[in-house]
């Protein structure tokens, strides 16, 4: 049986609302850096500036998208907020096993999001109403956290930038070159512009205490 040949305007997406967005200060790049064919779907926008020294991942994650007792700090969960801070905290320190690194890290990292109500908190302001953030620092990167939006968690992580004070606003998606608002289709989401966040090139000490 031949597989379905998939074109340019079939739906990849489905409509999105509402997806806020990160104020990120000065000139940067910025980009779509991960969205989910789903009901459901958790958007995630990326921020850089070109000497990447500076650089942020904003995620919008639908309450819609979690089954009943879940979370948005779960692995695997809608819109991997915990893989999201795992992508830049690499590289894996000299000679260690990568597999067994990335185990150590994931139970860390479960035990810190069990402790969640001890996590420090910072203030936003989300369309000009402030809520709180719970935050947590992890080798040289954060992930920020707040549950006191009405339909969606907002997740942040950032490096070489402070959580405190962050400003968002909602978004349609038109300086992406995408419409959220309504489907979006295959050619549009390989149109979209991508980048990547910076890499360390330097195990942080984090990493190395868990190898």
């Known amino acids: 049986m031949k597989a379905e040949r998939m074109?340019?305007?079939d739906q990849a997406a489905p409509a999105v609302d509402p997806v806020y967005d990160l104020d990120f200060p000065g000139p940067h790049k910025q980009w779509v850096a991960a969205i989910e064919n789903s009901p459901t779907t958790p958007v995630w926008f990326g921020h850089r500036t070109d000497a990447g020294d500076r650089a942020?991942?904003?995620?919008?994650?639908p309450r819609g998208a979690f089954?009943?007792?879940?979370?948005?700090?779960?692995?695997?969960?809608?819109?991997?907020?915990?893989?999201?801070?795992?992508?830049?905290?690499?590289p894996t320190p000299p000679g260690a096993d990568r597999a067994a690194l990335?185990?150590?890290?994931?139970?860390?990292?479960?035990?810190?999001?069990?402790?969640?109500?001890?996590?420090p908190r910072s203030m936003w302001t989300v369309d000009g109403v402030r809520v709180q953030a719970a935050v947590l620092h992890f080798a040289g990167a954060w992930l920020?956290?707040?549950?006191?939006?009405?339909?969606?968690?907002?997740?942040?992580?950032?490096v070489g930038i402070s959580p405190d004070g962050l400003e968002f606003?909602?978004?349609?998606?038109?300086?992406?070159?995408a419409d959220f608002s309504v489907p979006l289709t295959i050619g549009q989401l390989h149109g979209l512009r991508a980048e990547q966040m910076p890499q360390p090139s330097q195990p942080h000490p984090d990493l190395l205490r868990l190898k």
Do not use: C
């Open 7 to 9: 074109n340019a305007d």
């Open 56 to 61: 942020a991942l904003v995620g919008t994650l």
């Open 67 to 90: 089954a009943a007792g879940t979370g948005p700090l779960e692995w695997g969960a809608p819109g991997m907020a915990l893989g999201q801070l795992l992508n830049v905290i690499e």
């Open 102 to 119: 990335r185990k150590a890290v994931q139970a860390h990292l479960a035990e810190r999001v069990a402790d969640l109500s001890s996590w």
């Open 144 to 158: 920020a956290l707040s549950d006191e939006l009405d339909v969606v968690y907002l997740a942040t992580v950032g």
């Open 169 to 177: 606003h909602q978004t349609r998606g038109e300086k992406y070159g």
